[in-house]
């Protein structure tokens, strides 16, 4: 199985606390979509020994792509790679890209089942006009609520995206921002802690006072909020930040996260294969100029044992799959499980982890920390 994933770098207006690479100017969009066009064909053999089992367009922002745009992407895979027969191909959209206009003769949700888009992926956030504006979202809350209605008319794989832990919100806010949610029937959520990344405009007006910093116990709380009441409605937790009901869980990342190969199309985005990692320039121009001259911009680090031993600890431990004790020993050697295993008692005699079935995991009370866990578990080079 391999996955393709698609970076769009387009963006409406900037949301405070995002350090993705994107621009808010659309001038040279038609050159960034022929790039992309070349990439996909300069990069094919990459993947002649495997089906490619998902697409996902990520970005940026890929609903400011019209149906057109997005096909031409589409087809390019089609053309160059050897594509399953029921492959999951994922948009991320903002609510107001989703909104219908008035003299369209079909509204953008059958336009996306029309060219292969099975599963979108819906920036929400938060319902909370507030959080909104705070964060500096493009949609309002009514947008989001008729977006999600709209969407499930058409599409039944659908996630929305959640943020937690942001200044001025309250444990009933946060509540009430699952609930709505759960409201609409979604069959996965993604949410993820607010977090403050360094150049962004969200740290910045944190540096001058004119918002509060991010709370980490608010924020902690907030989680274990969650978990507990998606839990109690039927969702599985499968990975750190996802929830989904069963037959739900999102194809594109679970592949990421238990070590499957995936090429990064686009300004920015990383590829992965096992043995390497690479990524692309963060410059739209430089991308372009690049791709026509049939360049690939593209950095290589070659990940010696321990850095495929650490990732598979950080991707293991994120996930309900957990870390097989059996491949760590088959994989990496016999001194690597049992310095894993003398590492790894102190977080277990603190009930953060626990070993079953030969398989480590994270116990519940250790979720939250399941980063910072896994990191003090790696091993230098």
């Given at each position: 199985?391999?996955?393709i ?8 207006q900037?949301?405070?606390y995002c350090?993705?690479?994107f ?7 038609d ?5 992309l066009?070349?990439e ?7 993947f002649?020994?495997s089906q490619v089992?998902?697409i996902?367009f990520g ?6 792509l019209n149906?057109?745009e997005l096909k ?5 895979v ?6 399953s027969d ?5 948009l991320?959209?903002?609510?107001d890209?989703l909104?219908a206009a ?7 949700f059958q336009d996306?089942k ?10 929400i956030?938060s319902?909370?006009?507030?959080d909104l ?6 949609h309002n ?5 008729i977006a999600m209605?709209?969407a499930?008319q ?14 001025g919100s ?8 699952i609930?709505?949610a759960?409201a ?9 802690a607010?977090t403050v990344e360094?150049?962004?405009a ?5 540096k001058k006072?004119?918002i509060?910093?991010v709370?980490?116990?608010?924020a902690?709380?907030q ?5 507990d ?7 599985v937790?499968y990975e750190l930040?996802?929830f989904?009901?069963?037959d739900y869980f999102s194809?594109?990342?679970?592949a990421y996260w238990?070590?499957k190969p995936y090429?990064g199309?686009g300004p920015s985005?990383?590829s ?7 990524w ?7 991308y ?11 950095e290589i680090?070659k990940?010696?044992?321990t ?5 598979y600890?950080?991707?293991g431990?994120?996930?309900?799959w957990?870390v097989?004790l059996?491949?760590?020993e088959?994989?990496?050697g016999l001194r690597f499980?049992e310095?894993?295993l003398k ?7 603190n009930?953060?982890?626990y070993?079953k079935d ?7 009370k250790?979720?939250?920390?399941s980063?910072?866990i896994?990191?003090?578990?790696f091993?230098?080079?």
């Amino acid at each position: 199985m391999a996955g393709i994933y698609i970076h769009i770098p387009f963006c409406k207006q900037a949301c405070h606390y995002c350090d993705f690479h994107f621009s808010t100017s659309l001038k040279k969009k038609d050159e960034l979509l022929q790039a992309l066009v070349t990439e996909l064909q300069l990069r094919k053999d990459e993947f002649k020994n495997s089906q490619v089992e998902t697409i996902y367009f990520g970005g940026g922002t890929p609903s400011l792509l019209n149906k057109d745009e997005l096909k031409v992407l589409i087809d390019a895979v089609y053309e160059n790679y050897e594509v399953s027969d029921n492959p999951e191909i994922t948009l991320e959209a903002n609510p107001d890209d989703l909104m219908a206009a008035k003299d369209a003769s079909t509204t953008v949700f059958q336009d996306y089942k029309s060219i292969g888009i099975n599963r979108l992926s819906i920036g929400i956030q938060s319902f909370f006009e507030s959080d909104l504006k705070l964060m500096n979202r493009a949609h309002n809350s009514a947008e989001a609520k008729i977006a999600m209605e709209e969407a499930t008319q058409y599409f039944d794989n659908i996630s929305v995206d959640l943020i937690y832990g942001i200044p001025g919100s309250t444990t009933e806010q946060w509540q009430e921002n699952i609930e709505t949610a759960l409201a609409f029937n979604m069959p996965h959520i993604s949410s993820y802690a607010l977090t403050v990344e360094p150049k962004t405009a969200l740290a910045s007006f944190i540096k001058k006072g004119i918002i509060d910093n991010v709370d980490d116990a608010l924020a902690e709380q907030q989680f274990h909020i969650l978990v507990d009441t998606l839990t109690q409605h039927g969702y599985v937790h499968y990975e750190l930040s996802n929830f989904g009901k069963p037959d739900y869980f999102s194809r594109n990342n679970s592949a990421y996260w238990q070590g499957k190969p995936y090429l990064g199309i686009g300004p920015s985005a990383h590829s992965f294969n096992g043995k390497e990692r690479g990524w692309n320039v963060r410059n739209n121009s430089k991308y372009i100029n690049a791709l026509a001259e049939k360049n690939l911009p593209i950095e290589i680090e070659k990940l010696s044992k321990t850095d495929q031993y650490n990732e598979y600890i950080m991707t293991g431990l994120r996930t309900i799959w957990g870390v097989s004790l059996e491949k760590i020993e088959q994989d990496f050697g016999l001194r690597f499980k049992e310095l894993l295993l003398k590492e790894s008692e102190k977080h277990i005699s603190n009930q953060l982890l626990y070993i079953k079935d030969n398989t480590l995991r994270v116990t519940k009370k250790g979720l939250f920390l399941s980063d910072g866990i896994a990191s003090d578990l790696f091993l230098l080079n």
